[in-house]
Protein backbone atom coordinates (compact mmCIF):
# COMPACT_ATOMS: atom_id res chain seq x y z
CA UNK A 1 0.00 0.00 0.00
CA UNK A 2 1.39 3.52 -0.93
CA UNK A 3 1.99 5.65 2.10
CA UNK A 4 2.30 9.65 1.40
CA UNK A 5 3.69 11.55 4.69
CA UNK A 6 5.15 14.35 5.47
CA UNK A 7 6.35 15.96 8.89
CA UNK A 8 7.23 19.22 9.87
CA UNK A 9 7.67 21.57 12.77
CA UNK A 10 4.38 22.35 14.48
CA UNK A 11 4.41 26.12 13.67
CA UNK A 12 2.23 28.20 11.37
CA UNK A 13 5.24 28.94 8.85
CA UNK A 14 4.56 25.43 7.35
CA UNK A 15 1.19 25.18 7.58
CA UNK A 16 0.82 26.02 3.74
CA UNK A 17 3.34 23.17 3.18
CA UNK A 18 1.16 20.95 5.08
CA UNK A 19 -1.58 21.94 3.20
CA UNK A 20 -0.22 22.13 -0.49
CA UNK A 21 1.14 18.03 0.63
CA UNK A 22 -2.68 16.81 1.51
CA UNK A 23 -3.80 18.23 -1.64
CA UNK A 24 -1.40 16.43 -3.65
CA UNK A 25 -1.96 13.13 -1.90
CA UNK A 26 -5.66 13.06 -2.04
CA UNK A 27 -5.16 14.00 -5.94
CA UNK A 28 -2.26 11.25 -6.56
CA UNK A 29 -4.26 9.05 -4.74
CA UNK A 30 -7.39 9.59 -7.38
CA UNK A 31 -9.70 10.28 -4.55
CA UNK A 32 -12.74 11.66 -6.04
CA UNK A 33 -13.21 15.52 -5.98
CA UNK A 34 -16.19 15.66 -3.35
CA UNK A 35 -14.57 13.02 -1.33
CA UNK A 36 -11.37 14.93 -1.91
CA UNK A 37 -12.48 18.57 -0.46
CA UNK A 38 -14.05 17.40 2.27
CA UNK A 39 -11.32 15.29 3.62
CA UNK A 40 -8.83 18.39 2.91
CA UNK A 41 -11.59 20.81 4.83
CA UNK A 42 -11.20 18.26 7.81
CA UNK A 43 -7.38 17.57 7.44
CA UNK A 44 -7.03 21.52 7.41
CA UNK A 45 -8.61 21.81 10.52
CA UNK A 46 -7.18 19.01 12.37
CA UNK A 47 -3.75 20.54 10.99
CA UNK A 48 -4.05 24.00 12.01
CA UNK A 49 -5.51 22.84 15.48
CA UNK A 50 -1.86 20.80 16.44
CA UNK A 51 0.05 23.75 15.41
CA UNK A 52 -2.04 26.35 17.43
CA UNK A 53 -2.97 24.40 20.26
CA UNK A 54 -0.58 21.12 20.65
CA UNK A 55 2.85 22.72 21.95
CA UNK A 56 2.99 25.56 24.31
CA UNK A 57 3.79 28.93 23.12
CA UNK A 58 7.68 28.35 24.31
CA UNK A 59 7.78 24.50 23.46
CA UNK A 60 8.66 23.42 19.64
CA UNK A 61 7.30 20.20 18.32
CA UNK A 62 6.42 18.26 15.46
CA UNK A 63 3.39 17.54 13.37
CA UNK A 64 3.55 14.48 11.08
CA UNK A 65 0.70 13.68 8.47
CA UNK A 66 0.58 10.12 6.43
CA UNK A 67 -2.17 9.54 4.02
CA UNK A 68 -2.66 6.20 2.24
CA UNK A 69 -5.54 4.78 -0.32
CA UNK A 70 -7.22 0.82 0.53
CA UNK A 71 -9.90 0.18 -2.42
CA UNK A 72 -12.17 3.03 -1.86
CA UNK A 73 -10.92 4.34 1.21
CA UNK A 74 -8.83 7.10 1.96
CA UNK A 75 -6.69 6.84 5.45
CA UNK A 76 -5.16 9.56 6.63
CA UNK A 77 -3.12 10.09 10.19
CA UNK A 78 -1.98 13.22 12.03
CA UNK A 79 0.29 12.72 14.54
CA UNK A 80 2.13 15.08 17.23
CA UNK A 81 3.62 14.76 20.96
CA UNK A 82 2.08 17.73 22.27
CA UNK A 83 -0.55 17.81 25.09
CA UNK A 84 -3.41 14.33 24.79
CA UNK A 85 -6.62 15.99 23.31
CA UNK A 86 -9.32 13.78 21.84
CA UNK A 87 -11.64 15.39 19.39
CA UNK A 88 -13.81 12.81 19.70
CA UNK A 89 -15.17 13.05 22.94
CA UNK A 90 -15.66 16.81 22.80
CA UNK A 91 -19.43 17.60 23.19
CA UNK A 92 -21.12 18.40 19.79
CA UNK A 93 -21.80 22.83 19.64
CA UNK A 94 -25.53 24.09 19.74
CA UNK A 95 -26.09 25.26 15.99
CA UNK A 96 -29.45 25.76 16.29
CA UNK A 97 -28.98 28.60 18.52
CA UNK A 98 -29.93 32.24 17.02
CA UNK A 99 -27.50 34.47 16.22
CA UNK A 100 -26.82 36.34 19.17
CA UNK A 101 -26.67 33.82 20.85
CA UNK A 102 -24.25 31.56 18.88
CA UNK A 103 -20.43 31.10 20.52
CA UNK A 104 -17.94 32.36 18.30
CA UNK A 105 -15.76 29.17 17.70
CA UNK A 106 -16.27 25.90 18.69
CA UNK A 107 -17.04 24.60 15.36
CA UNK A 108 -14.26 23.05 14.04
CA UNK A 109 -14.07 19.77 15.40
CA UNK A 110 -18.14 19.58 14.95
CA UNK A 111 -17.04 19.99 11.27
CA UNK A 112 -14.73 17.90 10.71
CA UNK A 113 -16.47 15.09 12.74
CA UNK A 114 -18.91 15.73 10.12
CA UNK A 115 -17.29 16.06 6.74
CA UNK A 116 -15.51 12.34 7.55
CA UNK A 117 -16.48 8.92 7.63
CA UNK A 118 -14.97 7.99 10.88
CA UNK A 119 -12.68 9.59 13.60
CA UNK A 120 -10.72 8.33 15.44
CA UNK A 121 -8.23 9.26 18.44
CA UNK A 122 -5.41 7.19 20.21
CA UNK A 123 -2.54 7.79 21.89
CA UNK A 124 0.47 5.57 21.45
CA UNK A 125 4.31 5.75 22.77
CA UNK A 126 3.26 9.71 23.98
CA UNK A 127 2.35 10.11 20.01
CA UNK A 128 -1.41 11.53 19.51
CA UNK A 129 -2.53 10.03 17.00
CA UNK A 130 -5.71 11.10 15.06
CA UNK A 131 -6.95 9.20 12.31
CA UNK A 132 -9.48 10.64 9.51
CA UNK A 133 -11.20 8.24 7.13
CA UNK A 134 -13.37 8.61 3.97
CA UNK A 135 -15.03 5.89 2.21
CA UNK A 136 -16.85 5.94 -0.71
CA UNK A 137 -19.15 3.89 -3.30
CA UNK A 138 -17.89 1.66 -5.66
CA UNK A 139 -18.55 2.79 -9.74
CA UNK A 140 -19.09 0.26 -11.99
CA UNK B 1 0.20 31.47 4.64
CA UNK B 2 -3.14 31.53 2.09
CA UNK B 3 -3.68 33.48 -0.86
CA UNK B 4 -3.46 37.34 0.08
CA UNK B 5 -7.09 38.33 0.34
CA UNK B 6 -8.32 40.66 -2.08
CA UNK B 7 -11.78 41.99 -1.38
CA UNK B 8 -13.51 43.61 -4.15
CA UNK B 9 -16.41 45.60 -2.49
CA UNK B 10 -19.03 47.22 -5.23
CA UNK B 11 -22.34 48.93 -4.55
CA UNK B 12 -25.54 47.44 -6.61
CA UNK B 13 -29.21 48.33 -6.03
CA UNK B 14 -28.20 49.35 -2.31
CA UNK B 15 -26.42 45.61 -1.83
CA UNK B 16 -22.67 46.06 -1.12
CA UNK B 17 -21.71 43.13 -2.90
CA UNK B 18 -18.04 41.74 -0.99
CA UNK B 19 -16.09 39.87 -3.69
CA UNK B 20 -13.34 37.39 -1.92
CA UNK B 21 -11.14 36.80 -4.77
CA UNK B 22 -8.48 34.37 -2.68
CA UNK B 23 -8.83 30.74 -3.63
CA UNK B 24 -7.80 29.58 -0.04
CA UNK B 25 -9.15 30.69 3.36
CA UNK B 26 -7.31 29.03 5.39
CA UNK B 27 -4.97 31.78 7.39
CA UNK B 28 -6.18 32.75 10.90
CA UNK B 29 -4.94 36.20 10.37
CA UNK B 30 -7.00 36.17 7.47
CA UNK B 31 -9.86 35.37 9.34
CA UNK B 32 -9.50 38.79 11.42
CA UNK B 33 -9.00 40.90 8.33
CA UNK B 34 -12.28 39.36 6.81
CA UNK B 35 -13.72 40.04 10.40
CA UNK B 36 -12.98 43.00 10.65
CA UNK B 37 -13.89 44.05 7.14
CA UNK B 38 -17.36 42.92 7.39
CA UNK B 39 -17.88 44.33 10.44
CA UNK B 40 -16.85 47.63 9.63
CA UNK B 41 -18.89 47.76 6.57
CA UNK B 42 -22.09 47.47 8.57
CA UNK B 43 -20.71 49.68 11.29
CA UNK B 44 -19.92 52.55 8.72
CA UNK B 45 -24.14 51.91 8.26
CA UNK B 46 -24.80 49.86 5.18
CA UNK B 47 -27.83 47.29 5.75
CA UNK B 48 -27.24 45.01 3.17
CA UNK B 49 -23.93 42.77 2.86
CA UNK B 50 -23.74 40.12 0.09
CA UNK B 51 -20.42 37.77 0.18
CA UNK B 52 -19.38 36.21 -2.85
CA UNK B 53 -17.66 33.08 -2.08
CA UNK B 54 -17.29 32.19 -5.79
CA UNK B 55 -13.54 32.17 -5.95
CA UNK B 56 -13.17 30.34 -2.67
CA UNK B 57 -12.41 26.94 -3.06
CA UNK B 58 -10.75 25.83 -0.34
CA UNK B 59 -11.92 27.33 3.66
CA UNK B 60 -10.97 26.66 6.99
CA UNK B 61 -13.66 26.72 9.90
CA UNK B 62 -11.41 29.89 11.55
CA UNK B 63 -13.43 31.50 8.37
CA UNK B 64 -17.32 30.28 9.78
CA UNK B 65 -16.31 32.46 13.24
CA UNK B 66 -15.46 35.30 11.13
CA UNK B 67 -18.73 34.90 9.66
CA UNK B 68 -20.66 34.22 12.70
CA UNK B 69 -18.40 37.40 13.88
CA UNK B 70 -19.83 39.43 11.51
CA UNK B 71 -23.31 38.07 11.26
CA UNK B 72 -23.94 39.17 15.30
CA UNK B 73 -22.50 42.97 14.38
CA UNK B 74 -25.01 42.92 11.68
CA UNK B 75 -27.92 42.21 14.19
CA UNK B 76 -26.85 44.69 15.83
CA UNK B 77 -27.17 47.21 13.10
CA UNK B 78 -30.49 45.73 12.26
CA UNK B 79 -28.56 44.55 8.56
CA UNK B 80 -28.67 41.30 6.69
CA UNK B 81 -25.54 39.62 5.80
CA UNK B 82 -25.72 36.61 2.88
CA UNK B 83 -23.77 34.56 1.04
CA UNK B 84 -23.46 33.50 -3.02
CA UNK B 85 -21.63 31.32 -5.31
CA UNK B 86 -20.67 28.23 -3.03
CA UNK B 87 -18.72 25.65 -3.95
CA UNK B 88 -20.43 22.14 -3.04
CA UNK B 89 -17.87 21.56 0.13
CA UNK B 90 -18.18 24.77 1.56
CA UNK B 91 -22.07 25.07 0.77
CA UNK B 92 -21.43 21.22 2.80
CA UNK B 93 -19.53 23.37 5.64
CA UNK B 94 -22.33 25.88 5.96
CA UNK B 95 -25.18 23.18 6.40
CA UNK B 96 -22.98 21.40 8.79
CA UNK B 97 -22.29 24.09 11.53
CA UNK B 98 -25.53 25.72 10.97
CA UNK B 99 -24.43 28.88 9.23
CA UNK B 100 -27.40 27.90 6.44
CA UNK B 101 -29.87 28.84 9.68
CA UNK B 102 -28.43 32.24 10.00
CA UNK B 103 -27.42 33.56 6.66
CA UNK B 104 -30.02 33.75 3.41
CA UNK B 105 -27.66 31.46 0.78
CA UNK B 106 -28.10 31.94 -3.37
CA UNK B 107 -27.00 30.17 -5.90
CA UNK B 108 -25.44 33.39 -7.92
CA UNK B 109 -25.31 37.08 -7.24
CA UNK B 110 -28.30 37.99 -9.61
CA UNK B 111 -30.71 35.40 -7.48
CA UNK B 112 -29.33 37.02 -4.39
CA UNK B 113 -29.64 40.56 -5.39
CA UNK B 114 -32.93 40.01 -6.91
CA UNK B 115 -34.22 38.80 -3.41
CA UNK B 116 -32.52 41.28 -1.50
CA UNK B 117 -32.49 44.79 -2.98
CA UNK B 118 -34.72 46.98 -1.82
CA UNK B 119 -35.63 45.17 1.24
Known amino acids: ?140 | MSDAILFVDETRQDVKLVHVMAQRLLDPQQADTLARHLGGLFESGVLCVLVDLGSVQRLSSIFFRSFIMAGKKAGEKKAKLAFCNLSPVIQEGFTITGLTDLFPIYKNENDALSKLAGK
Not at chain 1, 24 to 32: D, K
Not at chain 1, 91 to 112: C, S, V, Y
Open chain 1, 1 to 140: MNVLSLEKEACGDNLKELFAFVEQALTSLNTPASDRDKMMMALDEALTNVVLYAYPENQRGTVGIRICRNDNTITAEVVDHGKPFDPTAHPAPDITLPIEQRPIGGLGIHLMRNLVTSLRYYQKKGENRLVLTTSWEKTI
